[in-house]
Every structure is written in structure tokens, then in C-alpha cells.
């Protein structure tokens, strides 16, 4: 793929001189521990040579320079080219594989659904999944908290976006989501060639993506036929009428993109952020025993602190990706059209300069203004922020406040990072033993 015009002087930051194939295996499998050790050899900025294409990929760990990128032109930086790898499954009208005033139109009629009203709303629904899903732990058992915490945020995306609760359709739709997002990196890279869909693994993920687009299809089209006033997104989506005035409502492929790419974004990040702070707090006593407190007391702050250094010490996505559509300084760095620039997530929240003792999980850091906002990006920034930032927060917060004020935990090893699918998980599911604390329901 050429990238900028010939004859142009550029200034691409260093990086390795692998091959394109060596980069990109390590950048799925190795990044890790090859990225601090390519920050430590090349600097703050430095570059890998990625397949598909092959393409240039910039990466970012100063907290200015990835402020500057944040705050560019949004058309310049697109992050729907940067998102590609996500159109198989989200769909070509993805809010996240939009740009300009196309991508701005979407999150006009999306952010309703995440406003602060709306998303204290949804508290109570949360808390009532979050209690019959800690009901049934008891005292002694191994939890394998990544799985449970996919059940329960799985659960909580299906009420957010369809209103669902129970029924076949539920049931049948459930698993197919899990698959969707059961994908070994090499394979989530595999449906950027259309051609590879023919044959397995790919063959498989196709089919089960056909069969989630007919049961999404479907529950629009009864619900069209028998509407309802209900906070959840569907029901909202509904009402959208097209941004150009003219009569009818959004068509079905649109409502079905966003329906697909809130569920997918919403429940598996959640569920890996809240079981790497549930594994982290296992292994940290006295972290634990803070937390517990805070659990009892109604001390949400101190939660929400332990769920955010959860996110700071694993994030979930290690970098986010912003594509030149023309040829661009950025950072003080010439860098040609093509040429993918992206915020390295995972090398700022490790900074020794920004967050001291980086390696330990201390949630007091988010309570004493010794994190630096501009360190700490989880949701991403500028005008892709995640739109559901807030209710990330107040479903861990939740969620967490139900576990703690019923179980001590406990956990002998760290867990392994996996990436699947595009986010980071625990390798080994993250397992917690469970302690019943006296007096509590099921503390026996």
C-alpha cells in the first residue's frame, strides 16, 4: 500500500525492521512486554509495520501528543478507517465506522440513551441482575469471574438495547452473541478479505453472524408492528426520524449496526474490566478490605476508584487507531496520508511519570489527584469518547457493592492477559475463591 506522495520528505519515527509478518504477530500476541521494551528503545513515539496492507502504525504515549490527537480534525483522523477490522460484525453503519457529520448524526441520536437521567435509570434493572447473579455463589466455591461477569453484563446489554428479559428469541440470540466475540485475534484480522469467509473458521463466524442479523431483524419488525414506550434503544431508535427531514424512521440495516455495535462494545469490555478489579482485589488484602468498607458504608467514590485502577493496570484495549486521510503533522511528526496514528492506552496507563508505582493496583490514587486525567483514557477521547462511559461506571460500581458486601475473595496467582477478539481478557478466567462474609446472605 503506498502511503503519502512520492517525492514528499517525511519523518516517520522509529521502530523495529522486522518483517511486516514478525511486527504484526507480535503486535497480536507480544505487545505486552514488546511495547514498553519498544518504548524504552525507540522513545515515546515509534512505529510498526503491520499486516493487512502492510500498513505504518504510529504509536503514541506522550499524554500531550495524544491529547493533540484527540482533539484534530476528526475527518483527517479517521478512526472509522481505523476501526476496520470491526465491519464484518458491526456493520457498515456502525457509529464507530463513521466519520465527519455522518458520525456526529448517530451519537446525536445515541447519546439520549447514556445521558445521566437515563442512565441512573437504568440502575435499578442493574441492580436487580446484579443480585440474583451473586445469589447463587456460595461460600467455598471457585468463580471463574470473567464468565460470570460476561453473564451478567450480557444481561444487562440485552435489557439496555431490546427491553428483553425473557423469550426464545432471547435464548436463541444469547450464545450467538457470546461467539460473536469468542474470536482469536488472527481470525478477528481474517474478515478484513472477504474471500476468507468460504472457508473455516470463517465459514462458522459467518453463519452465526447471519443468524444474529435474522433475530435482531426480527424483534424490529414486531416491534414496528406492536411499538411500546420503554427506555430501552430499540424502542428509542424507533422514534429517530431521518436527519434530513423527510418522512419515515430509520431504515432496518442502520438500527440493527448501532443495536449490534452497543451490545458487542458495551458488554464485553464491562465484563473484562470488572473481573481483572475483582481478581486484582482477590489478591490485595488490604485493597480489599478498604473495598469492603466502602461496600458497606455506601462509599461509592472508593468503588468506582478500585473499578477505574482495575481499567488503569488492564486495559481493556491497548491502543485506539485514527487513519490519515491526508498527509499531517502531528506531534511534530511529518506523516504521510495512510499512515495509522494511535494513542497507546496501555503504555500511558503503565507510565512510571504519570501514575508512580505503576505495576501495583492502589485505588487511592483516584481519590488524591495523583492520577492525571490525561493519563487515564479507557473510553478513548475527543469526539469518539465512548458514549457509554457513565454507565460503564455505574454497572461496575454496581456490580462490585453486591460482590463485596456478600463474599470475602481470594486468589493465589495473577492472571495471564489473552486478547481476544480485539480486548484484553484473563487468560485463565480470572478465578476468585469465595469467602461468606458472617451476617451477609449466602455468607455461609
Not at 165 to 175: A, Q
Not at 255 to 274: F, N
Not at 304 to 325: F, N, Q, S, W
Amino acid at each position: 500500500m503506498r502511503q503519502g506522495r512520492p517525492g514528499k520528505r517525511y519523518t516517520l519515527p522509529p521502530g523495529p525492521r522486522t518483517p511486516a509478518l514478525v511486527q504484526t504477530l507480535q503486535t497480536l500476541a507480544g505487545r505486552k512486554d514488546g511495547f514498553p521494551r519498544m518504548r524504552e528503545r525507540y522513545g515515546p513515539t515509534f512505529s510498526v509495520w503491520t499486516l493487512p496492507g502492510p500498513q505504518r502504525i504510529v504509536m503514541f504515549s506522550d499524554p500531550d501528543d495524544i491529547k493533540e490527537i484527540f482533539a484534530g480534525d476528526p475527518v483527517v483522523l479517521s478512526g472509522a478507517r481505523g476501526n476496520e477490522v470491526l465491519r464484518a460484525a458491526m456493520g457498515d453503519r456502525s457509529v464507530m465506522l463513521q466519520d465527519g457529520e455522518a458520525h456526529r448524526q448517530i451519537r446525536r441520536y445515541l447519546m439520549p440513551a447514556f445521558s445521566p437521567g437515563a442512565v441512573q435509570g437504568y440502575r435499578p434493572m442493574v441492580q436487580g441482575i446484579a443480585e440474583e447473579e451473586v445469589a447463587g455463589w456460595r461460600s467455598g466455591q471457585e468463580v471463574p469471574t470473567l464468565d460470570r461477569m460476561a453473564a451478567v453484563t450480557l444481561e444487562v446489554m440485552m435489557q439496555v438495547v431490546f427491553g428483553l428479559t425473557d423469550g426464545p428469541r432471547l435464548d436463541r440470540l444469547r450464545p450467538r452473541l457470546l461467539r460473536l466475540t469468542d474470536v482469536d485475534p488472527v481470525v478477528a484480522l481474517g474478515w478484513l478479505y472477504p474471500r476468507l469467509r468460504l472457508l473455516p473458521p470463517w465459514r462458522g463466524h459467518a453463519a452465526n453472524l447471519r443468524a444474529v442479523d435474522t433475530l435482531i431483524h426480527e424483534e424490529i419488525t414486531e416491534r414496528r408492528q406492536s411499538p411500546r414506550s420503554s427506555p430501552d434503544l430499540l424502542s428509542r431508535l424507533l422514534e429517530v426520524a431521518p436527519e434530513d427531514g423527510s418522512s419515515g424512521s430509520l431504515p432496518p440495516a442502520e438500527i440493527r449496526d448501532q443495536l449490534v455495535t452497543l451490545l458487542l462494545a458495551g458488554y464485553e469490555t464491562s465484563a473484562s474490566a470488572l473481573s481483572w478489579t475483582l481478581h486484582e482485589l482477590a489478591r490485595d488484602p488490604a485493597a480489599q478490605a478498604a473495598a469492603r468498607r466502602a461496600a458497606d458504608d455506601g462509599d461509592e467514590a472508593y468503588l468506582e476508584a478500585c473499578l477505574k485502577e482495575g481499567m488503569r493496570l488492564h486495559p481493556i484495549i491497548d491502543y485506539v487507531a485514527r487513519t490519515l486521510t491526508e498527509d499531517q503533522v502531528v506531534a511534530g511528526w511529518s506523516l504521510p496520508a495512510g499512515v495509522t496514528v494511535a494513542p497507546a492506552i496501555m503504555l500511558t496507563h503503565l507510565d512510571e511519570e504519570l501514575f508512580g508505582d505503576a505495576g501495583r493496583f492502589r485505588p487511592e490514587r483516584f481519590l488524591e489527584g495523583s492520577a492525571p486525567p490525561r493519563g487515564w483514557i479507557p473510553f478513548g477521547g475527543g469526539v469518539r469518547r465512548c458514549v457509554g462511559a457513565a454507565f460503564a461506571l455505574m454497572e461496575g460500581v454496581v456490580m462490585l457493592r453486591e460482590v463485596l458486601s456478600r463474599f470475602e475473595l481470594v486468589a493465589a496467582e495473577p492472571s495471564p492477559t489473552r486478547l481476544r477478539n480485539i480486548t484484553n481478557v484473563p487468560g485463565d478466567g480470572a478465578p476468585v475463591r469465595l469467602v461468606g462474609r458472617a451476617g451477609a446472605p449466602h455468607g455461609r
